[in-house]
Structures are given as structure tokens and as C-alpha cells.
């Protein structure tokens, strides 16, 4: 508990500086607050379109039975297929008649079936990578009775850059805020530590142990971050408000994706706080 | 308890402020520490506490050692010996209970354990009266009284007092000294560094160790002890002290007071 009372006394009596190096972490995790809004709705919007990532391998009409049961078993066994369909040819033709009906008197008709089998493939959601769904195409394509492999490269590719584009700005922005943030914090503790020197002599003179001398401004720094973190939620919580409101319906952040962030503010406000206590209680108890 | 054996401590760039000290402190002794200015007087007491280690040589206190003491045993050793400064170093913004409470806290007293214990201090400086006072609302030898109590909070074996009374008038600087006596005879022994003569001879039967430069040249209990040849030979090295002081220039902190005055009757 002393820990405690003694760093918050330490903070009310900087108030600006505290706010500062509340505001920073704030700000910080804040950024990083957005991107996860933005990465979390791109992914939630786009796992739908993710899990349709299929493959689709046109089969030669050569194919016998026997082959196309062993075809199938093969694919199915690869480890990043999670299943494997089987279109006929009458199924693609009823199929299409469906999907265009403004051919649908037309494909009664026809004589011949020009439309060829196919196997319908769905990886498993490890394996929805531009690189996986390159390199099971590549596999099948090798097949005999494969005639042609296809696949929606161009999404997948998409949704890879643009969430990775979405993570390295969180992680640019959010980082650079970081490091002003933890200079701030750290600059708050090393006030706190010069304005009780007097009591750190004191207590260092009666044989208070180093760790009951550093605690309460390692307390200071987490209480900061702790704050800050409480924070950038709120201004989150806004930002998603007026976006849910203004431009479109947005999904709110996930319960433990909230809690890593406040934790995040904790850990970086200790962190700051840990190094100005090294540095300028570096001399406790040196002889 | 408290041995130097050979310690020298040098500074790079004051050169050596003590130089092949040997002594032994008993437990519950009491012994001045006199010298002029400048002459390691502080340096002794601070290498007792180790706040900083010798060059040479090596001091142990209780089971300590300034060889083998480990940084996070230093803590420990500080709580077996009190320190009592010559500015009483209290904190202005709490009270004498507080000052005292203060030292019990920072070594993890039981809670329940302070407040009586520093009743119990406070009365053992005489002070039991004033706890609720701030320290400025006392007189100096008042302060020094909280602060003795705040050295003896944690049941130290030895107490170290530089210049105690330095900044007393004399009936208060008496009034301390009675009480380091008081304390030593319960048991706590004392190690009193002062250039206040009045104390020395008040309690002539005291042991008393006298430093020079850095050097040990008298120690009452060897009387044989190494003194390097000096014109006055023969006189008793506390009174040439009071010479020397008389002399030295810039020295307001010393009291020359007391009817006999500097150089005054040697015995
Ligand atoms: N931290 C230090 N760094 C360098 N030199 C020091 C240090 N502390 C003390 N000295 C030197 O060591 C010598 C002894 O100093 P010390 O303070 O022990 O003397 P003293 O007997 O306590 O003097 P005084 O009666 O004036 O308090 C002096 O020459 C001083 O300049
Ligand atoms: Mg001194």
C-alpha cells in the first residue's frame, strides 16, 4: 500500500508533468487502439471473403472414375486442404444456368456439354496464405487429368498487403509515440527521485533495502501507464462511436485485445520508470 | 566488534585521507574520535557504515566484512549501526514521531510495532513530550535528541556521531553528550568524532583516538601506540589538538569555549 499512496502522492504534486506522460501513453496506445479497430474490422470483413479462398482445378473429360476417387483422396490429404468437392459437368451446367439466367433457354439445348469437371478446394485457415494457395495450385496443376488451376491470387494478395500495411503503421506510429511517451514518463519519475532525495539519503542511511527505496517510483511509472492505457480505451471508444455512427457500422475491439493494451500501458510506464530508477538510484548501497 | 586493520582509503585526488589504520572497538565502548579538520575523521565513521570501502586494508564490523560485504547486505549492516550527522538531518515536513517513524517504516517494522517503540525512543532521549513537534518548533539540541532516537530506531550496536554537538551551544551540547553516555551505559556502544575538547574533558577516562593526516598518532587504550616524534613530546596529544584548532584558520564550527580556554592547563 505505501507504494501506492507515495506514488500518487508523487504525481499530484507534478500534475502537469503526470498528465504529460498520461497524455503520451495515452496517445500512444491510442494509435495503436486505431490500427487494431482497423485491422480488426478489415480481418473480420474480409475472413469471410478469406474463408471462400478456394481453388478450383478443371478436370480433363478423359478422367475415369477410379482416377478421380484416387484424385480426390490425394488433394484430400494434402495437410492444407480442409475439403474437396467434386462439380460435375452436369452440376457446372446447372450451375451456370443458375448463376446466368439470361442463357437459361440456351444451355437446354446444347448438344455437347462444354463445360468441364472440377474439384472445389477449401484450405484450412492457417493455410490462406498468398504463398500456400500458390503452392497447392502449383501441386495440382501437375496432376494429368488437371487441365487448369484457378485461383483468386489477386484477393489474396490484397488482404495480405493490407493488413500488413495496417500493422507497420500501428507499429511505426504507435512505436514513435512510445518512445516519447517513455521519455516522459521517465522524466517524471527522475523528478520524483530528485525531489525525495533527502528521504532516499535518509532511508538509504538507516538501511531501508534498495527495493523498498525503488518500489513506490516504479509504482509512479505503472500507475502512469496504467492510466494512459485507460486512456487511449476511452478515445478509442470514441473514435469507434463516431465512426460506427458517421461512415459504417464498425465492430468494437475484442475484450482481451483491450486488456493487452491497458496491460501494454502498465508495462511501458514501468519499463520507463525502471530505467530512471537505474540510472539515478545506480548508487544505493555502492561502496 | 569494529576493527580497522591497516586500512588505508585513498582519493584520487586528494590523496590519502586515512593511511594504515589499525584500531579495535569493543562491544559497548565509547571512544572519541579527535583530529583537525581535514584529518579522516568523517571518512573513519563512513567507512564503519560502509558507505565507502578502504584501499587498503579492511574494516569489520560485527560479522561484516568491507572485503567480503556483499551490496544487498549493506542495508543490514546500516540497521546494526546508527548514524547521527552534525545537521541532524530530520525532515522538516513531519513531526519528531514521524522522523522517527520514518526509519522504522523504511526497515519494515510491523505496523503495530511503530507507535509504541517510538513512544518508547522518544522517551529515551528525553524528548517524550515533544513528539507531536515539527522540527521547527524545537531547539538544536532537541533536534539532535529526535535524531539520536531515529539512529537508535532500529536497536543498532553501535552509534557513530559526527560532530554531534557541532552545532550546539554548550549547555545543549553538554545535554547531548550526557545522553550518548546515558545510551552507551544501556549497552549501545559510541564512536563520537568532535573538536569539542569541553566533551574530552568532561569524561576524562574515556578511550580516545586521535587522527592526524590521516594517521592514528594516539590511541588511549595503547598508550604504546606508534607516535611519530613531534617537538612537544610528552604533553598530552588531546590538549595539542586544542593548539592545533586554536590555530588552524576557518574553523567557526569549533568551540574554543569553557574557562581554561585553548592551550590552557595541561595536566
Ligand atoms: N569524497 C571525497 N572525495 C575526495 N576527497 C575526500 C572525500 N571525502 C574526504 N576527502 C578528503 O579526505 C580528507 C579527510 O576528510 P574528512 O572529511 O574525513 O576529514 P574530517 O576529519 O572529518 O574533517 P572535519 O573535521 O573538517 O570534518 C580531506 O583531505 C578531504 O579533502
Ligand atoms: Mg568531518
Known amino acids: ?41 478489415i480481418s473480420r470483413a474480409l475472413a469471410s471473403v478469406e474463408e471462400k479462398v478456394e481453388i478450383v482445378a478443371y478436370l480433363t473429360d478423359e478422367i475415369g472414375e477410379d482416377q478421380l476417387r484416387l484424385v480426390r483422396t490425394e488433394i484430400g490429404a494434402y495437410p492444407e486442404v480442409a475439403s474437396v468437392e467434386y462439380v460435375s459437368k452436369t452440376e457446372a451446367l446447372y450451375n451456370a444456368s443458375r448463376e446466368l439466367t439470361e442463357f437459361s433457354d440456351v444451355f437446354p439445348d446444347l448438344e455437347i456439354n462444354p463445360l468441364p469437371a472440377s474439384l472445389e478446394i477449401r484450405l484450412r485457415p492457417g493455410h490462406r496464405t498468398p504463398g500456400a494457395v500458390q503452392e497447392v495450385a502449383a501441386r495440382l496443376g501437375s496432376y494429368e487429368f488437371v487441365d487448369d488451376v484457378r485461383f483468386g491470387r489477386e484477393w489474396v494478395d490484397r488482404i ?86 458517421a461512415v459504417f457500422a464498425v465492430l468494437w475491439l475484442p475484450d482481451p485485445w483491450i486488456l493487452a493494451g491497458i496491460l501494454a500501458g502498465g508495462i511501458l510506464g514501468m519499463v520507463a520508470a525502471q530505467r530512471s530508477v537505474r540510472r539515478e538510484l545506480r548508487n544505493l548501497y555502492a561502496i | 566488534m569494529i576493527r580497522f586493520r591497516n586500512v588505508t582509503k585513498h582519493y584520487p585526488r586528494s590523496g590519502n585521507a586515512l593511511e594504515d589504520i589499525s584500531f579495535h572497538i569493543r562491544k559497548g565502548e565509547f571512544a572519541f574520535l579527535i583530529g583537525p579538520s581535514g584529518a579522516g575523521k568523517t571518512t573513519a565513521l563512513r567507512l564503519v557504515h560502509m558507505e565507502t570501502a578502504p584501499t587498503g586494508g579492511e574494516v569489520t564490523v560485527s560479522r561484516y566484512s568491507s572485503s567480503r560485504i556483499r551490496r544487498r547486505e549493506i542495508p543490514q549492516l546500516r540497521r546494526r549501526v546508527g548514524f547521527v550527522f552534525q545537521d541532524f538531518r530530520l525532515l522538516e515536513r513531519l513531526t519528531a514521531a514521524e522522523n ?27 524528548l517524550a ?10 531547539s538544536g539540541g532537541e533536534r539532535q535528541r529526535v535524531a539520536i532516537a531515529r539512529a537508535l530506531a532500529t536497536d543498532p550496536l553501535v552509534l557513530l556521531a559526527d560532530e554531534p554537538t557541532g552545532n550546539l551551544d554548550e549547555r545543549a551540547s553538554i545535554g547531548v553528550f550526557e545522553l550518548f553516555r546515558q545510551l552507551n551505559a544501556l549497552g549501545t556502544a559510541v564512536i563520537l568524532a568532535t573538536h569539542d575538547t569541553t566533551l574530552l574533558r568532561r569524561s576524562p577516562e574515556t578511550r580516545v583516538l586521535e587522527l592526524e593526516s590521516g594517521r592514528l598518532v594516539y ?28 590555530d588552524a584558520p576557518g574553523r567557526s564550527e569549533t568551540r574554543q569555549a569553557g574557562p581554561e580556554g585553548p592551550g590552557g592547563s595541561a595536566p
Open chain 1, 1 to 41: 500500500m505505501r507504494p501506492f499512496r507515495e506514488a500518487l502522492v508523487s504525481l499530484i504534486r507534478r500534475p502537469v508533468l503526470a498528465t504529460l506522460s498520461v497524455t503520451a501513453i495515452g496517445l500512444s496506445l491510442f494509435i495503436v487502439g486505431l490500427f487494431g479497430l482497423t485491422a480488426h474490422n
Open chain 1, 160 to 245: 495480405h498487403t493490407l493488413r500488413r500495411i495496417a500493422g507497420g503503421t500501428a507499429l511505426v506510429l504507435g512505436g514513435s509515440f512510445a518512445i516519447v511517451a517513455m521519455l516522459l514518463v521517465g522524466t517524471t519519475v527522475r523528478m520524483s527521485i530528485h525531489a525525495r532525495s533527502t528521504e532516499i539519503a535518509i532511508m538509504e542511511n538507516v538501511g531501508a533495502t534498495s527495493g523498498f527505496i525503488q518500489r513506490p517510483f516504479l509504482v509512479e511509472g505503472l500507475i502512469s501507464g496504467v492510466l494512459g492505457g485507460l486512456l487511449a480505451w476511452a478515445l478509442t471508444y470514441v473514435a469507434y462511436r463516431l465512426l460506427d455512427r
Open chain 2, 100 to 126: 522517527i517513524a520514518f526509519a522504522l517504516q523504511a526497515t519494515g517494522a510491523p505496523r503495530a510495532e511503530i507507535r509504541p517503540k517510538v513512544m518508547r525512543l522518544l522517551g529515551h532521549v528525553g
Open chain 2, 129 to 138: 513530550s515533544r513528539a507531536k513537534a515539527y522540527p521547527g518548533e524545537l
Open chain 2, 219 to 246: 590511541d588511549s587504550a595503547s598508550d604504546a601506540a606508534a607516535r611519530p616524534a613531534r617537538p612537544s613530546a610528552g604533553a598530552s596529544p588531546i590538549f595539542e589538538f586544542v593548539a592545533d584548532a586554536a
